[in-house]
């Protein structure tokens, strides 16, 4: 039985965005001190300013999508810039 569900691909763009924005911010921490930090950081940044234009874009399609849109872009701000490292 074929299930059709009726999702909007603006939608499905939005929440592809705020994924890869997610993975970004991950990628950005995990390479911190490795050869590859400098790689990470710059995707991180490209990724933070995709999620950024998003939000604007996500406005049009309700308070829902932009909400959920401002909350990744706080997150991966939050992902990148908090030090949980256990130095004295």
């Known amino acids: ?3 059709a569900l009726a999702i ?6 939005i929440g592809a965005v705020q994924v890869f924005g997610l993975a970004a911010a991950a990628i950005a921490r995990l390479t911190e001190g490795t050869r590859h930090e400098c790689s990470g ?3 991180c940044l490209a990724a933070l300013a995709l999620v950024g234009t998003v939000c604007g874009v996500a406005i049009q399609c309700g308070p829902g999508a932009a ?3 401002a909350a990744t872009l706080a997150l991966m701000t939050m992902i990148a810039v908090i ?4 130095r004295s």
């Open 41 to 43: 950081q710059c995707l």
């Open 8 to 13: 909007s691909p603006m939608f499905c763009a």
């Open 83 to 86: 030090d949980i490292s256990p």
């Open 67 to 69: 909400a959920a849109s």
């Open 1 to 3: 039985m074929l299930l």
